[in-house]
């Protein structure tokens, strides 16, 4: 026997307790020996732990609240993790007892005996019955729940009953189950003092709006906490049945359009090029242009302008509920904006000096650039005037790429407004300029184009990779074009403000510059061959 087990075995024998399950959470004892002795070990293992960068101190458990029905019943735990770095985040993890030796091993938080019964605390979620109670528990909320657990559901959701459930697949930070292959309830286990964005965006375009191409809201799981503080814990939608995202639609798309350099034997340097931000119509893309990529690929790209601009006129288009009605720019949000981009862009100056070595060839020439040109890109970001801009700021979806987006039937349907994930609940919910998503789908496109040329090149593509880059760059100021003239007249029918065209443009290349330099962080720790990607698109911004 190896030492580890000699110390563990006692311990494991030790875990029996005569209190009732129903009352085992006010048992101190148990409280703290499921804390410290195994839920460490257990958490750390998790997909949806967002804390493994850094070293855990302690777990505490802050609340508790019963998930019941008819006598059934399960815990819903928020546990506080405190770090050694001083600070903390809040999960949620739901449990029951089971007495069932089939639950594998990497299921079982803790082996228990209560009142005689062995058995294992496990993830309440990997139970069928606690998955039908809470379907249940959501179908029959009333009106207006005033308990310690809301349970809420939307007027749309009827006539249903329980058939079944499954894990949805592999998610990062939430845990989503499918129901009768037709709903979706997502539960978030990073948990905030406050309603999820998620579930006040999908709730408010569904009911008050009726915004189609969004997953339809069917209901939701909040808490009370003592503090009287309403936190979401999960989120119930229709499920959109699908042909994947449209990052990998445009993947396949962008493979297509880059063979055909060969297939249709073109010259790469006689592609004609447009003016970057310059607002097209299909019909005012050159004819080279529409052969080369093929009419399908714009009139998609049209299709997601349309869905986007209606998306943004549905959340500027509120004007009772305060969190949804559209406002001004002043010195509030300047002062808040010129904070975050300064500690941001300073914190990622810091990481270009400190992986310089871990580049080469462009990437590194860019890089050099970044820095030569560091304080004009910081003054960028200093002169924010919003004393000219005219336009309005809107609740936007704030996380906005071509993975938040489900393609079905040649239409696309717009998930997970959540937010983005670096960002406090607070600053998630700050109104911003609706061209914030349209700079997020830029550079979204932007990385398409790019990751295509680098899956590749090593397969199937004839020209260099410097003439790949250049013909992508030419074909992204036309997708972007053809996206700009679109969004634009949609949101101008329906007298969404963007503000008056310099105006517009000043937003945009401010949010696209905003969002390269967040990627830039995230591609130098991760996948510094990538790093090349966000460094152009600076490069475009402070050179255009």
């Not at 770095?85 to 949620?92: D, I, K, L, N, P």
């Not at 228990?112 to 069928?128: M, P, R, T």
């Not at 808040?336 to 270009?352: A, D, G």
């Amino acid at each position: 026997m190896s030492p580890k087990k000699e110390i563990k075995t006692p311990v494991m024998q030790s875990f029996n307790f005569d209190d009732n399950w129903e009352d085992l959470l006010e048992n101190k004892e148990f409280v703290k020996v499921f804390l410290s002795d195994v839920l460490e070990d257990y958490i750390l293992k998790q997909r949806w732990y967002g804390g493994k960068a850094s070293k855990l101190k302690y777990i505490e458990l802050t609340e508790y609240f019963r998930i019941q029905q008819f006598g059934e019943v399960y815990y819903g735990l928020i546990l506080e993790v405190d770090f050694v770095e001083a600070f903390y985040q809040h999960y949620f993890l739901p449990i029951a007892f089971v007495t069932d030796e089939n639950f594998a091993d990497k299921d079982r938080i803790l082996p228990i005996s209560i009142q005689g019964k062995k058995g294992y605390i496990i993830d309440a979620i990997n139970l069928e019955s606690f998955r039908k109670l809470v379907f249940e528990r959501i179908l029959t909320a009333l009106p207006k729940d005033t308990t310690k657990v809301q349970y809420h559901k939307s007027l749309l959701f009827n006539n249903v009953s329980y058939e079944s459930s499954r894990f949805m697949g592999l998610e990062q930070s939430n845990t989503s189950l499918v129901f009768n292959e037709k709903y979706v309830l997502k539960f978030f286990r990073r948990l905030f003092a406050d309603k999820n964005p998620d579930y006040e965006m999908s709730r408010f375009l569904s009911e008050k709006k009726e915004f189609k191409n969004t997953p339809v809201y069917l209901g939701s799981i909040n808490i009370v906490d003592s503090d009287g503080v309403n936190i979401t814990i999960g989120l119930m939608q229709e499920m959109v049945p699908n042909e994947g995202d449209a990052w990998n639609y445009m993947l396949k798309e962008l493979d297509n359009v880059f063979c055909n350099l060969e297939h249709k034997n073109i010259n790469i340097h006689s592609l004609p090029n447009t003016e970057m931000f310059q607002r097209l119509k299909i019909s005012e893309i050159p004819h080279q242009i529409i052969d080369w990529a093929g009419l399908n690929l714009f009139e998609k790209v049209k299709t997601l302008a349309k869905r986007t601009a209606q998306m943004h006129i549905a959340l500027g288009s509120e004007f009772e509920e305060t969190a949804f009605t559209p406002t001004h720019f002043n010195d509030d949000y300047t002062v808040w904006l010129k904070n975050r981009m300064l500690y941001q862009f300073q914190n990622r100056l810091n990481t270009i000096e400190n992986n310089l070595h871990k580049l080469d060839g462009l990437a590194l020439e860019l890089a050099h650039e970044l820095l030569d040109k560091k304080n004009v890109i910081r003054k960028r970001f200093i002169t924010f005037d919003w004393t000219k801009l005219k336009g309005e700021r809107i609740r936007v979806h704030g996380d906005y790429h071509l993975g938040q987006v489900l393609v079905k039937n040649d239409d696309f349907y717009i998930l997970d407004f959540e937010g983005e994930p670096e960002s406090t609940i607070r600053d998630r919910k700050v109104k911003q300029p609706p061209l914030k998503d349209v700079a997020g789908l830029f550079r979204s496109f932007h990385y398409a184009i790019y990751a295509t040329v680098f899956n590749n090149i090593d397969a199937h593509y004839k020209a260099s990779q410097e003439d790949l880059f250049k013909a992508g760059e030419i074909l992204y100021c036309y997708i972007t074009g053809l996206f700009l003239g679109t969004y634009v007249t949609e949101t101008q029918n329906a007298n969404l403000n963007l503000g008056y065209n310099q105006e517009r443009i000043f937003i945009l290349k401010y949010c696209l510059l905003e969002k390269a330099v967040y990627e830039l962080g995230y591609e130098l720790n991760s996948r510094p061959q990538w790093a090349v990607i966000p460094l152009k698109g600076i490069h475009n911004i402070i050179n255009h």
